[in-house]
């Protein structure tokens, strides 16, 4: 059994949580982990949209390989909390990223990771704050 495919499959067949207005919020990771600091830090707007759709703004520099490396891990990070946070998935959403702050010394992909998490628990609370 191809259990990613039952699970890809279970979430689409959910009905999606809908977001009903623009969110900004900032994602952020800072940690020391022995005698360094992990940071990583996103800052981007979710609206609501028909799909999932993801905007990078223009003020966005990912002039190099591990900039889009980071950003990759950040959207990760986001989709883990959107897709299984609550028992309806946010699916219908379009995420333009404003703001990717890299440490060359501090930042890692399980930075960026947990980031878009914190961005993502974040837009679920306005969501909940909304439904109120």
């Known amino acids: ?4 495919t ?3 499959d279970d979430i689409m067949r959910r ?4 977001l009903t207005v623009s969110v900004s919020v900032e994602g ?6 022995g005698p360094s600091i992990q940071v990583a830090r996103l800052e981007l707007v979710a609206e609501p949209s028909t799909s999932f759709e993801v905007v990078i703004g223009r003020d966005v520099n990912l002039d190099n390989e591990a900039a889009q490396s980071f950003l990759d891990a950040a ?4 989709l883990d909390v959107l ?3 609550e028992v309806y998935p946010l699916r219908d959403v379009r995420i333009t990223i404003t703001r990717l702050q ?3 010394v501090s930042s890692s992909q399980m930075a960026f990771r947990l980031a878009g998490r914190d961005a993502g628990t974040k ?3 306005e969501i909940k704050r909304g439904s109120e």
């Open 1 to 4: 059994m191809n259990y990613f």
């Open 6 to 8: 039952k699970w890809y």
């Open 15 to 18: 009905k999606s949580r809908t």
């Open 28 to 33: 952020l990771h800072q940690r020391h982990v």
């Open 75 to 78: 959207l990760y990070g986001l």
């Open 83 to 85: 897709l299984v946070f």
């Open 102 to 104: 890299i440490d060359p």
């Open 123 to 125: 837009i679920m609370a």
